[in-house]
């Protein structure tokens, strides 16, 4: 499976990252942004979008509003896979996904179309970012992604 190689054992070697090393941060983030618009579109179809180390899925939630009123709503999330939250001992909510939603993983076709890169590259980037994001894990450091 997919996700075997972010249960990291050791840390992460600087030739499995040579992708993120010949890319600018300008480029990464290209390349991060178009992954992004690609998720968000999957999103607003309730599809979910499988990427290695969770899913991003919209749950339902409950918003409190005026008068204690509480009404259904839906949010995107990002929902870390159970083994990599067992493998890095990680606690968090336990979030249901709805049963009938559809699972995808991210067409890089689609995602390199959209910017000038080579869909290889695209590829290597998002798994080389993934790496390192479970090594931050791994190492129980800081994490920010920040997505639109």
């Known amino acids: 499976a997919e996700m075997q190689k972010y249960l990291l054992y050791n840390s992460v070697e600087p030739e499995e990252l040579s992708t993120l090393r010949e890319l600018s941060t300008i ?18 179809q309730k599809k979910v979008v499988e990427i290695g180390v969770g ?3 919209v ?8 008068e204690g009123k509480v009404l259904p709503i839906e949010r995107p999330m990002f929902i870390l896979s159970k083994p990599l939250k067992m493998f890095y001992n990680l606690e968090s909510e336990e979030i ?13 076709e689609a995602i390199s179309a959209s910017t000038h890169f080579r869909q290889e590259i695209v590829e290597q980037c998002v798994q080389e970012t993934l790496l390192c994001f479970a090594e931050a894990l791994r190492d129980n450091k800081e994490v920010e992604f920040s997505f639109r």
């Open 27 to 44: 480029e990464i983030c290209k390349i991060w942004s178009a992954m992004s618009r690609h998720i968000y579109r999957q999103l607003l």
């Open 55 to 57: 899913s991003f899925a």
């Open 96 to 108: 249901k996904i709805p049963e009938e939603t559809p699972v995808l993983h991210p067409d890089f």
């Open 59 to 66: 749950v339902p939630a409950h918003a409190t509003v005026a």
